[in-house]
């Protein structure tokens, strides 16, 4: 439970700009592998500055369908994140989540996102008036530290705990490190040694399987785990992973990418509120990664003709229409690949 917010399975999809939005994040709860979802992130300052801006106001996207949520708030000022947090929850927000793991530079030059961590008293500031703000629970996540060799989140978990919040995500990087080399789950274990039962801790970083989930739950002892890019390229990971960690029954459709992706396609245009051309788009860039036409064992290995042809084909559709034309032949194709769903 977070709060009274129940998140079980305890596998969370991480919130990524420009992939998770309402169509996405639907698709994975619908699969019943994932725990709690969360939007992708919204500036604070400009729900301040400018409330009524079209671009902000379109990712309070999320529904009821995907409930259990989190909206994730972005910022360095403590006023600002206070009252983004009010909005969100008079929103519907069953739960608000504070960003400040984002490395790309855009976020991290103005001083948020991981930011926040080359400077604790200005982070626990603002989570503290976030959390006085609300009466939703608030979580955090964050990366181990902004520069290489200086670990801030234990330090930042101890004051984040006292001051309200309920959960910290840990990414296992250093901000300067994007996602170049490997996750220090260490230093997760570490931040879960020091809260205790304060607060929840989930570990976020090079979790692309059931054996790398279980392995980063047994050294760290955390109480949860958070995938994000490797649900990108498999959605049903989530699936498999409540499997064989949680015993969640695992349906044979939740193994066929092309089911998949034409549920993705019917969430989309039921839920996304954004123009045709727009949504297909955006569809055709989700689905590429899917890897129709190559079973899934073999997903390591060239790509086969069959999914060269697919992927030709899928680039050229610019309306629902002809995403589901094509998802229909691609299920033609592949039928001897996924013969179930």
Not at 160 to 168: D, M, N, T
Not at 210 to 235: H, I
């Amino acid at each position: 439970m977070l709060g009274e917010v129940p998140v079980d399975p305890p596998l969370l999809l991480a919130p990524m700009a420009g992939h998770t939005n309402v169509g996405f994040r639907t698709l994975v709860r619908e699969m019943g592998s994932c725990g709690l979802v969360c939007s992708e992130l919204i500036s604070s300052h400009v729900l301040q500055a400018n409330p009524k801006s079209r671009k902000t106001r379109a990712l309070f996207d999320w529904s009821e369908k995907e409930w259990p949520f989190a909206v994730q708030l972005f910022g360095s000022c403590p006023r600002e994140m206070a009252h983004a947090a009010r909005v969100v929850e008079q929103a519907g927000a069953p739960v608000v989540d504070i960003n400040m793991g984002c490395w790309v530079p855009k976020v991290a030059k103005k001083g948020c996102g991981a930011a926040l961590l080359k400077d604790l008293d200005v982070a626990t500031e603002v989570v503290s008036a976030v959390c006085q703000a609300v009466d939703v629970p608030v979580s955090v996540k964050i990366r181990i530290g902004f520069e290489p060799g200086r670990p801030t989140a234990v330090e930042f978990a101890r004051a984040a705990a006292e001051v309200g919040a309920k959960l910290v995500t840990v990414h296992g990087r250093y901000a300067r490190q994007g996602f170049k080399g490997s996750s220090d789950h260490a230093v997760t274990a570490a931040v879960k040694e020091a809260v205790g039962e304060r607060m929840k801790v989930v570990a976020n970083g090079d979790i692309v399987d059931s054996e790398s989930a279980l392995r980063v739950m047994r050294e760290t002892g955390c109480d949860g785990l958070m995938v994000g890019r490797e649900c990108l390229r498999r959605p049903w990971i989530l699936a498999e992973m409540a499997s064989d960690l949680c015993g969640h029954p695992l349906l044979e459709e939740h193994r066929n990418p092309v089911s998949i992706a034409r549920r993705q396609v019917e969430l989309a245009q039921e839920l996304i509120e954004k123009p045709e051309n727009v949504v297909v788009r955006e569809l055709r860039g989700q689905l590429l990664p899917y890897r129709l036409g190559t079973p899934i064992e073999y997903r390591q290995a060239a790509r086969s003709e069959l999914e060269t042809t697919l992927r030709n084909e899928l680039v050229k559709a610019e309306s629902f229409d002809q995403l589901f034309r094509f998802l229909d032949r691609a299920r033609r194709l592949t039928a001897d690949l996924y013969p179930i769903g």
